[in-house]
């Protein structure tokens, strides 16, 4: 495997993973969104739980490539039907834009707000109330 399909294959696993350890979990935001879905909390245990085999798949497709080619097609597939979940409950389908070539990547698109604050030299100081000096927190 090349260093950039070995990049790719960490960084879905840590998605898969995340996403499926909260699925399986079943923390708010998860109860909330297979409710969304009307799917039962075990439903979306289970999906969760396919996620999280195929992320470790991926992981574990270096050493062995049948693994891997079974875990990338499994999870192509739950996306799939992910996707069309979505649709069939009336979620828009994302738009498809380019990405910019500008120093911030996506967030110089536009139309995209610029959320991210401005700070001035002080300011991170003030809002961690922690002075420079002896770095204890400043009582107010």
């Known amino acids: 495997m090349t260093a950039a399909q070995i990049t790719l294959a960490v960084v879905l696993t840590l ?8 699925k399986i979990a079943a923390v708010p935001f998860m109860r909330q ?8 909390p075990g439903l979306y245990r289970v999906v969760g739980a396919l996620e999280v085999a195929g992320a470790v798949g991926l992981l574990l497709g270096p050493a062995s490539a049948p693994l891997g080619v079974a875990a990338a097609i499994g999870l192509a597939l739950l996306m799939t039907a992910a996707a069309a979940a979505h649709l069939r409950h009336g ?3 994302a738009r498809p834009r380019p990405a910019p070539a500008g120093p911030r990547g996506a967030l110089d698109a536009p139309g995209v707000p610029d959320v991210l604050p401005q700070f001035r030299a002080g300011d991170a100081r003030e809002l961690s109330g922690v002075t420079p000096c002896d770095g204890t927190a400043a009582r107010r």
């Open 15 to 22: 998605v898969f993973l995340s996403l499926g350890a909260a």
């Open 33 to 40: 969104a297979a409710a969304h879905l009307d799917m039962s």
């Open 91 to 93: 979620d828009p389908p």
